[in-house]
């Protein structure tokens, strides 16, 4: 997760509600685990507690070896991140295999990997953008290696991206990627729907509420709004987070990608340090989320696989003091909101 803007984990991993006639099985929902911190737990703690929290995904950041040892026979599902500053790396096809070797290989199956993300939000024209011209060979790099390691099925290779990559948001229906990014993006979706892999995104309500609050509602963004919702082409939009999601899909659609889906690698709610902060906000957030990608969004109605930001508060992370607050847990493991389903 970055401060610069819109986009960017819980829930019921495998939770069931409904009547005597009808139950219910939700999409895991993950957390993301971040260690920006000198507080924080070791990683066998971390483990521990989402297992005694009933976490079932997890994204992590990098290849920690701890983490990764920890996770051995957890159960837990991973996300395995590819730094940014490894891409240059991995743009040569032998390094992407030694990685996978080292990192993949030599935990799987004991550690069940999902997901590995090459690179987190860079962008050709903000965020990373020194690594933008790895981004591609380091994903094609990463997947020959999974391939080759007969785990293509098993384990799908993908990107990071925030929403900055998209020009126009509004309505949702004329979601577009800038034409200055095309050139980065399209190779990298036209590879994700050859390969049949989601696309990674960070989506962040909070941010867009943020910098916006001129037009953009707290209820709005907090799926708290009643009565009057907005009208695109007959899709009702009563909160924020259907308006990325589906703005996104516009503008895969743009692009001729229409039919990759979406996981949702970072979402929350910063439960202090600045404006529409709270406990009770960041709260009300993650409830009324943790229900609503069950549910999918008026332009696709089908559960949105999400990871939320973050385990932890992380007292090193940069940038301004909001930053220091996306933790569902303080550092001595206590939870910040109580009555979450996990």
Known sequence: MRFLFLLSALGPLVSFSGSD?????????????????????????????????????????DANKWALDALRGSNIELMLGVANSELPSMANAGNAEKWVQENVKNYYPSVKIRYIAVGN?????????????????????????????????????????????????????????????????????????????????????????????????????????????????????????????????????????????VVVAETGWPSAGGAGTSVENAKTYLTKLIDHVQKGTPKRPKAIETYIFAMFDENQKQGPEIERHWGLFSPNKQAKYGGLKF
Request: proline fraction near 5%.
């Open 21 to 61: 006639s009808q139950v219910i099985a939700y999409e895991a929902v993950g957390v993301c685990y971040g260690g920006l911190g000198n507080n924080l737990p070791n990683a066998q703690e971390v483990v521990n507690l989402y297992k005694q929290q009933g976490i079932k995904r997890m994204r992590l950041y």
């Open 121 to 261: 939000e860079v962008n050709p024209k903000g965020n990373a953008a020194d690594k933008a011209q790895y981004s591609l060979p380091a994903l094609v790099n990463i997947f020959n290696a999974v391939r080759n390691a007969g785990l293509q099925d098993k384990i799908k290779v993908s990107v990071v991206i925030d929403m900055q990559l998209l020009g126009n948001t509004y309505p949702p229906s004329a979601g577009a990627f800038r034409d200055d990014v095309r050139s980065y993006i399209d190779p990298i979706i036209g590879h994700l729907a050859w390969a049949k892999t989601p696309l990674l995104a960070n989506v962040y309500p909070y941010f867009s509420y943020l910098y916006n609050q001129k037009d953009i509602s707290l209820p709005y963004a907090l799926f708290t709004q009643s009565g009057s919702s907005t009208n695109d082409q007959g899709r009702q939009y009563q909160n924020l987070w259907d308006a990325q999601m589906d703005a996104l899909y516009s503008a895969l659609e743009r692009a001729g990608q229409g039919g990759i889906d």
